[in-house]
């Protein structure tokens, strides 16, 4: 499903628009503007937040640095989001070794000479700019490539972007999700209201169910023998 496939599900589900031929083309459709605004936001709304709690299920890429000597810092693809799981590290593919994390503030003040000092890189960093870059302890002296798995932004913006789930099913359990999101956007009610609406509750539940790889729990509570 595309993004605008997911507005005008949004759009008949509020019963908006009611058959096939009443449904927008694009997001410049001047009889609905308004609805059709709020039906992106609350899309991009909640898949924020699904993203936020890592549950989209193809964020996952690879990516590389190439090192040149005495460059420093180095930016990170530009729909990053984070690193991919716990204690992230550079992976040199030369010879298979692991570089990890130290924090900044640790090593300004343990080795104030990161900046400068040169050799074979044995940490990374967050560097702290407006873009998203990280830094490399030493600053290298030659040219190396260096991967990592990270987060990708998977958020929509065109009406042909795909919704960044495997399966219809999740797709549609997706928007039934953002469909409670445009109806408290449209009725101007408080979004809180979300966390006690058991449409909402019961749609989020069955998208977990059907994202998760393995079979799901039937059982609630303890189990005792």
Known sequence: MDFLGGVNRILSAASLIKGDDDKIVDFNNLQYTGAVNLAQIAIQSELNDLIADTLIPY???EGTINTVADQRTYDVPSDFIRFYGQNPFLMDSSNDRQIYE???DSLRHEYPRYKKDTGEPWAWYKEET???KIGLVLVPDSVKTY???YEADVSVTNETDTLPFHTESEA???IDMATRHFMLLRAEQPLDGLQTDPVYARAK???TSL???TYPSRRYGNSYR
């Open 172 to 174: 549609q359990s997706f």
């Open 130 to 132: 407006t873009t998203k």
């Open 211 to 213: 994202m998760n790889f």
């Open 205 to 207: 539940s069955k998208l």
């Open 102 to 104: 130290v924090k900044l």
């Open 147 to 149: 991967t990592f798995d």
């Open 59 to 61: 964020e996952k890429k």
